[in-house]
T-cell receptor, first 116, second 116 residues
Framework: AQKITQTQPGMFVQEKEAVTLDCTYD???????LFWYKQPSSGEMIFLIY??????QNATEGRYSLNFQKARKSANLVISASQLGDSAMYFC?????????????FGKGTTLSVSS | DSGVTQTPKHLITATGQRVTLRCSPR?????VYWYQQSLDQGLQFLIQ???????AKGNILERFSAQQFPDLHSELNLSSLELGDSALYFC???????????????FGPGTRLTVL
């Protein structure tokens, strides 16, 4: 069964607008971590934001925020004030057990295109 | 710069050949993970080592093997290469504890393998 689902293969947004990238997950573990990574065309994986399953508040990091809805098992990434440099592939990932030494499970990614 | 290094950046080889990919984790990180990113399979976890010992296995083929050396660098060996092994191979390392608000894992720049 797919553990991380990103249903949007591609998203398009205009500069300065906000965009939400969807992510749902499936786990029976009460302790887990959720991550978003950005992969530009150059290929490197750039960490954006982290949310622990027990964190009470939604994580924010600059223009990135994570809309964490535990009951719905969703962890959507919100990018405010989009910039041309935000054009990239975005991956949602989960770490079950939420221990540092556990591998990440990735979704298939969403390609974001920002236009001027 | 994540602090994780991978060599080589690019590798072009022929079917049936064997290659070795190398990874040096961040200073102080004991865990090393290998991931494969291909167009059809997405980002998949292959294998994890912790302080020289195999810790977890993902979707790693029998033709692939890895090891972690006493200095903590790791090598991923791919043999009897097939066209479908063409992919971007990432190495990642993780600290012993989740950093507050930080990435679960730090990714290297990747090795792009092309099998002709």
């Amino acid at each position: 069964a797919q553990k991380i689902t990103q249903t949007q293969p591609g998203m398009f947004v205009q500069e300065k607008e906000a965009v939400t990238l969807d992510c749902t997950y499936d786990t029976s573990d009460p302790s887990y971590g959720l991550f978003w990574y950005k992969q530009p065309s150059s290929g490197e994986m750039i960490f954006l934001i982290y949310q622990g399953s027990y964190d009470q508040q939604n994580a924010t990091e600059g223009r990135y925020s994570l809309n964490f809805q535990k009951a719905r098992k969703s962890a959507n990434l919100v990018i405010s004030a989009s910039q041309l440099g935000d054009s990239a592939m975005y991956f949602c990932a989960m770490r079950e057990t939420n221990q540092a030494g556990t591998a990440l499970i990735f979704g298939k990614g969403t390609t974001l295109s920002v236009s001027s | 710069d994540s602090g994780v290094t991978q060599t080589p950046k690019h590798l072009i080889t022929a079917t049936g050949q064997r290659v070795t990919l190398r990874c040096s984790p961040r200073s102080g990180d004991l865990s090393v993970y290998w991931y494969q990113q291909s167009l059809d399979q997405g980002l998949q976890f292959l294998i994890q080592y912790y302080n020289g010992e195999e810790r977890a296995k993902g979707n790693i083929l029998e033709r692939f093997s890895a090891q972690q050396f006493p200095d903590l660098h790791s090598e991923l060996n791919l043999s009897s290469l097939e066209l479908g092994d063409s992919a971007l191979y990432f190495c990642a390392s993780s600290p012993p504890r989740q950093l507050a608000g930080g990435p679960g894992q730090f990714f290297g720049p990747g090795t792009r393998l092309t099998v002709l």
